[in-house]
């Protein structure tokens, strides 16, 4: 699987942005996906998962209620909508996929996905 993320850009605190992710490979349903973030000096971290079908989504403390995940299996995409942007959302922002067709399996550790995409910078100023 092959995974492009694009959408990323520079933003004003307080505005949206919507990240998209796109796959390739016609098994991309299979996948639970993930997005995860890394700021400079800092480690990368999930900021939102779904599972296989869309039927389960999983959100770190900090987005949630600002940020929806959600996936169009027939489009082979992925989509991040970002909303009410703080300066602290700034990082490179990838998408990632792991073969799993669980109900419930979205895991929240890096390590545990097997494809990434080269990563969109969002940049949100004050």
């Known amino acids: 699987v092959q995974l492009v993320e694009s959408g990323g850009g520079l933003v004003q605190a307080g505005g949206s942005l919507r990240l998209s992710c796109a796959a390739s490979?016609?098994?991309?349903?299979?996948?639970?996906m993930g997005w995860f973030r890394q700021a400079p000096g800092k480690e990368r971290e999930s900021v939102a998962r779904?599972?296989?079908?869309?039927?389960?989504?999983y959100y770190a403390a900090s987005v949630k209620g600002r940020f929806t995940i959600s996936r169009d299996n027939a489009r082979n995409t992925v989509y991040l909508q970002m909303n009410s942007l703080k300066p602290e959302d700034t990082a490179v922002y990838y998408c990632?996929?792991?073969?799993?067709?669980?109900?419930?399996?979205?895991?929240?550790?890096?390590?545990?996905?097997?494809?990434w995409g080269q990563g969109t910078q969002v940049t949100v100023s004050s």
């Open positions: 990632a996929a792991v073969n799993s067709r669980s109900y419930s399996y979205a895991p929240s550790r890096a390590h545990e996905y097997d494809y």
């Open positions: 490979g016609r098994t991309f349903s299979s996948y639970a």
């Open positions: 779904i599972t296989w079908r869309g039927g389960n989504t």
